[in-house]
C-alpha cells in the first residue's frame, strides 16, 4: 500500500510537511513518496493528507493508479459543471 505523485507535481512543499509518516522527498523533477513508508495515513487521518493539501488535482495516485484527489476536489465543483461555467464564461 503506498500512494505515489506524478509529474503535475510543482513542488509547492505542501504534502512534505503534513505526511506523519515521513514518506515524502524532494527528487526531481518533482516530489516522490517511498512506498516503504507510506502509510497512505491509516490510523492516522480519514484521507491521506497529502491529498488533502496537494494544489494540484490528480497529482496523486493510489496503488492502483486512481487518482485521490480528482477534478473538483479543489473546488467542489463537479468537472462537468465547471465546463459549463467556462463555456458560459468565455461567451461573455
Not at 5 to 29: F, G, L, Q, R
Not at 41 to 47: N, R, V
Not at 48 to 68: F, H, R, V
Amino acid at each position: 500500500m503506498a500512494l505515489s505523485i506524478v509529474d503535475s507535481c510543482v513542488n509547492c512543499w505542501a504534502c512534505y510537511d503534513v505526511c506523519p509518516s515521513d514518506a515524502i522527498y524532494e527528487s526531481k523533477p518533482h516530489f516522490k513518496i517511498n512506498a516503504r513508508k507510506c502509510t497512505e495515513c491509516e490510523d492516522d487521518y480519514a484521507q491521506p493528507q497529502c491529498a488533502s493539501i496537494c494544489p494540484i488535482e490528480e497529482a496523486i495516485l493510489d496503488a492502483s493508479g486512481m487518482a485521490i484527489n480528482p477534478p473538483g476536489s479543489l473546488t467542489g465543483i463537479p468537472p462537468e459543471k465547471m465546463a459549463e461555467a467556462l463555456k458560459e464564461i468565455q461567451a461573455r
